[in-house]
């Protein structure tokens, strides 16, 4: 059974699967690997264009719908009310489920007020297509005006965290406000795989790399969604709860980041890059 953490009502377990750039029928397949393998929680958006397949390894895995954790993203050109409630019923309509576990807001838009789109996000919970609703990419300073604004809680704000990144500011902003922070990149894509300082924890263990990488952040409380096209290492990335990082590892594994550590150097259409 794998651990979750709990954030204003909602029970986001530990260690979900990534999906983007997994398409088609490769898509269908991991999803269904990653569940019969004992994984409970999926990641997905409109942007990735596997919602579809994400819903069908789903189906496929046998295991009972309200045992997996689903979340879907809402792309930035659909949040004015109208084409956010759209865009959502779409998604389950391609995810072929009646509601989601989680919604997000993908990414920060300013062309759009987000007292408008925060209601609109409320909405379409109560309107029963989300069980729970939240954001990605969001600033500290974000978070306080969704906070104020929203009328529903927001228990996610899903960022890009892994050891090279110095995230704490934003860290602490979701604490303050019981969000929930899910880690995407969560092994830097792959690059933390032969670091060097990471390689020599993670073999202490009789642990990889990756392995220490994702260990670092769910010891921390923070949610990892590490995604792979291979089943092989589906495996290797779920055994992460049965060692423990020393203090003294988990400070050496803190002191690699930095705040020019970010691999998504990405902002939609003139969102506020980072703090
Ligand atoms: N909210 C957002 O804006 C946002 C942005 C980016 C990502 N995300 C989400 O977060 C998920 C994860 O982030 P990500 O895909 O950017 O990066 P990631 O999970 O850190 O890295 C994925 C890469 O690492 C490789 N990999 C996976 N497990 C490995 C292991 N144990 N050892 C060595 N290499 C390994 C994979 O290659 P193989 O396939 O060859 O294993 C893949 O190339 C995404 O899939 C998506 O669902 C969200």
Not at 11 to 19: A, D, K, S, V
Not at 46 to 68: C, F, H, M, T, W
Not at 75 to 84: I, N, Q, T
Not at 100 to 115: K, R, Y
Request: charged letters at 25%; hydrophobic letters at 45%.
């Amino acid at each position: 059974m794998i651990p979750a953490i709990e954030a204003q009502g909602a029970h986001i377990p530990l260690i979900g699967l990534g999906t983007w750039d997994l398409r088609g029928r490769t898509c269908a397949r991991v999803v269904e690997q990653a569940l019969r393998l004992g994984y409970r929680h999926v990641d997905t958006a409109e942007l990735y264009e596997n919602e579809r397949e994400v819903g069908e390894g789903v189906r496929a895995s046998g295991v009972k719908r309200d045992e997996v954790f689903i979340v879907t993203k809402i792309w930035p050109s659909h949040f004015g009310p109208r084409e956010l409630e759209r865009a959502a019923k779409d998604s389950m309509v391609r995810l072929r489920l009646s509601e989601v576990d989680l919604l997000l807001l993908h990414w920060p838009n300013p062309q759009i007020p987000l007292s408008e789109t925060l209601p609109a996000l409320g909405k379409v919970k109560r309107m029963g297509l989300a069980r729970h609703i939240g954001v990605s990419n969001f600033t500290v300073a974000l978070i306080e005006e969704a906070v104020r604004l929203a009328d529903e809680p927001l228990v996610c704000n899903q960022i890009e965290v892994h050891p090279l990144l110095d995230q704490s500011k934003v860290i602490a902003a979701c604490r303050r406000h019981r969000m929930a922070i899910v880690a995407y990149s969560p092994i830097a894509r792959g690059t933390l795989k032969d670091h060097q300082v990471l390689t020599r924890i993670g073999r202490a263990h009789g642990k990889t790399a990756a392995q220490a990488s994702l260990r670092f952040l769910v010891q921390q409380g923070i949610a990892v969604i590490p995604r792979t096209s291979r089943i092989e290492r589906l495996s290797e990335n779920l055994a992460i709860f049965d060692f423990e990082l020393s203090a003294a590892e988990m400070a050496e594994i803190s002191r690699l980041a930095s705040r020019d550590g970010r691999i998504v150097d990405y902002a939609y259409s003139g969102a506020p890059k980072w703090d």
